[in-house]
Each structure stands twice: as structure tokens, then as C-alpha cells.
């Protein structure tokens, strides 16, 4: 069983930052690839970040990419932690954010096999 639970949403004026974090518990191997995704009200879900094990493969979209960066800890196999630090926020960041795990490094919604249930951040003008 693995189990995925992402904090740190909320707020923030436009051009303010957060920083999301996603505890990954359960049967988890440090080897899986870890992914945000974000999914606007009336749109599909969309991914803003993937990095993969080590850390040395690392996926943004061109609508994040110089203004989101990502993370991970590996240090505790028991639990993984991945971050999502997001700077220079715009209204149309505003989403539920949701991290995302699978073996190998992928794009698509449909390719992962485990989800977070979710955190709220909400970017004022």
C-alpha cells in the first residue's frame, strides 16, 4: 500500500511564492519517479514537474519552468519527501496541486499509479 499526502497549499498574492511538500509512505522504493500536477477548475490535469530517482532527470512544462523547481529526499527509504517550490506566482497557477508516483520518468496523467488527494493554492491579483 503507498500512500501519498501533499501539504503547504493556500493564498498567496500574484508574484508571491509557496512551497509545497508530498510525504510518500507505504511500499515505496527510493527508485520511483515522483511528479506534481495541477488541475484548474474546468480544466484537465496537467503536470508541472517530474524528477526522476537520483534527481539528475528533471521535466517542466514552459509554463513553469524558470518560476517552479523541484525536489526530493531520499534519505529515509521508509518515507519519502518530495517538494514543489513555486516563485513568481500568476493567477493561472491557481489549481489543486496533486503529486504523483511510477517506476520510470513519464508526462501523462495516464501513466501514474499513484495519486495525493490534493492541495488547494489559490494565487490572487
Known amino acids: 500500500q503507498v500512500q501519498l499526502v501533499e501539504s503547504g497549499g493556500g493564498l498567496v498574492q500574484a508574484g508571491g511564492s509557496l512551497r509545497l511538500s508530498c510525504a510518500v509512505y507505504?511500499?515505496?522504493?527510493?527508485?520511483?519517479?515522483m511528479a506534481w500536477f495541477r488541475q484548474a477548475p474546468g480544466k484537465g490535469r496537467e503536470i508541472v514537474a517530474a524528477?526522476?530517482?537520483?534527481?539528475?532527470?528533471?521535466?517542466?512544462?514552459d509554463s513553469v519552468k524558470g518560476r517552479f523547481t523541484i525536489s526530493r529526499d531520499n534519505a529515509n527509504n521508509a518515507k519519502i519527501t518530495v517538494y514543489l517550490q513555486m516563485s513568481s506566482l500568476k493567477p493561472e497557477d491557481t489549481a489543486v496541486y496533486y503529486c504523483?508516483?511510477?517506476?520510470?520518468?513519464?508526462?501523462?496523467?495516464?501513466?501514474?499509479?499513484?495519486w495525493g488527494q490534493g492541495t488547494q493554492v489559490t494565487v490572487s491579483s
Open positions: 504523483a508516483t511510477r517506476p520510470n520518468m513519464a508526462y501523462d496523467v495516464e501513466e501514474y499509479d499513484y
Open positions: 524528477i526522476s530517482r537520483s534527481g539528475n532527470n528533471i521535466y517542466y512544462p
Open positions: 507505504g511500499r515505496i522504493f527510493s527508485y520511483y519517479t
